[in-house]
């Protein structure tokens, strides 16, 4: 079993719809959970961070964060074309090192 | 302020032959990580480096790469006689200290992506 699971099959939406990306992840250990966004040919970016459980929310994005399940989520609201990125959830123990998923491309549609 | 940079962008080498990728972090970061992301896969981590130390090489394969950060000039990931399966995108990130290597607030760079033929 991988210690992150993403679920990496395209997803097409019309503009204006939410977008809801999760995964899930086998290390008890992990404490800290991320949403990294990335276009094409490009570096990761950090979308957003959660410490533990619970929700966060920045703008348009809320990212949420159930421990107990072992599943993490990301929701884009309103999503506009210049969303159409792929979206890489991530995950650390506190040791320094990053634990990703596969990515989940998004495309929103005008 | 120039973000990270990492070059060459585009890398093509034979198998058997020298690779050898170059990281100059943020200005004022003193910590870099290296992840590789291979095709159809997610970033993988390689190596955490301060100035002129490793302080966790645990996801590094255990031959022909190496990775050093010397005090002056960038990071540099080597690659020794490679094979195809090397051919991946390598990312560099850095932070200005140790806790963002968890915490996830990295700037990455845009990758240099290595084709072995």
């Known amino acids: 079993q991988k210690e992150v699971e993403q679920d990496p099959g395209p997803l097409s939406v019309p503009e204006g719809a939410i977008v809801s990306l999760n995964c899930t992840y086998s290390?008890?250990?992990?404490?800290?959970f991320m949403w990294y966004r990335q276009y094409s040919r490009k570096g990761p970016e950090l979308l957003m961070y959660?410490?533990?459980?619970g929700n966060k929310e920045d703008g348009r994005f809320t990212a949420q964060v159930d421990k107990s399940s072992k599943y993490i989520s990301l929701f884009i609201r309103d999503s506009q074309p210049s969303d159409s990125a792929t979206y890489l959830c991530a995950m650390s123990g506190g040791n320094n090192r990053l634990a990703f998923g596969k990515g989940n491309q998004v495309v929103v549609i005008p | 302020n120039a973000g990270v940079m990492q070059n060459p962008r585009h890398l093509v080498r034979r198998r058997g032959q020298e690779a050898r990728l170059r990281c100059s972090p943020m200005k004022g970061h003193s910590h870099v990580y290296w992840y590789r992301q291979l095709p159809e896969e997610g970033l993988k981590f390689m190596v955490y480096?301060?100035?002129?130390?490793?302080?966790?090489e645990s996801g590094m394969p255990k031959e022909r790469f190496s990775a050093e950060f010397p005090k002056e000039g960038p990071s540099i990931l080597r690659i020794q006689q490679v094979v195809r399966g090397d051919s991946a995108a390598y990312f560099c990130?850095?932070?200005?200290?140790?806790?963002?290597?968890?915490?996830?607030?990295?700037?990455f760079g845009e990758g240099s992506r290595l084709t072995v033929l």
């Open positions: 290390n008890s250990a992990f404490q800290y």
């Open positions: 480096l301060q100035k002129e130390n490793i302080i966790d």
């Open positions: 959660t410490y533990s459980s």
């Open positions: 990130a850095s932070s200005p200290s140790a806790g963002q290597g968890s915490t996830g607030e990295l700037f």
